[in-house]
Nanobody, 115 residues
Framework: QGQLVESGGGLVQPGGSLRLSCAAS????????MSWYRQAPGKERELVAT????????NYTDSVKDRFTISRDNAKNTVYLQMSSLKTEDTAVYYC????????WGQGTQVTVAS
């Protein structure tokens, strides 16, 4: 049974940085595309960034381009989201998702950007 566990969330001031991690287990991580989503209070869950299984291609939603970087380490079964120049509107629960023939979701980690 596949499992994803996010970590690294917390409270940060506007303009600050955080790095989220998502550790995978129970499935062949290197075969899966990985994504980060986020859901703010009262809003729908939105796709933030995606990275291909090989790590050679990434995509970002416009609002985070040039501020967030998604990466993966297939040897460690982990995907990362480096977030910089954080804004209050980045406040949300961040989820990672693994996609191939099966989809797995993590439980989420809270990111709060506030002064």
């Amino acid at each position: 049974q596949g499992q994803l566990v996010e970590s690294g969330g917390g409270l940060v001031q506007p303009g600050g940085s955080l790095r989220l991690s998502c550790a995978a287990s129970g499935f062949t991580f290197s075969r899966y595309a990985m994504s980060w989503y986020r859901q703010a209070p009262g809003k729908e869950r939105e796709l933030v960034a995606t990275i291909r299984s090989t790590g050679d291609s990434t995509n970002y939603t416009d609002s985070v381009k040039d501020r967030f970087t998604i990466s993966r380490d297939n040897a460690k079964n982990t995907v990362y989201l480096q977030m910089s120049s954080l804004k209050t509107e980045d406040t949300a629960v961040y989820y990672c998702k693994a996609s191939w023939f099966v989809v797995y979701w993590g439980q989420g980690t809270q990111v709060t950007v506030a002064s």
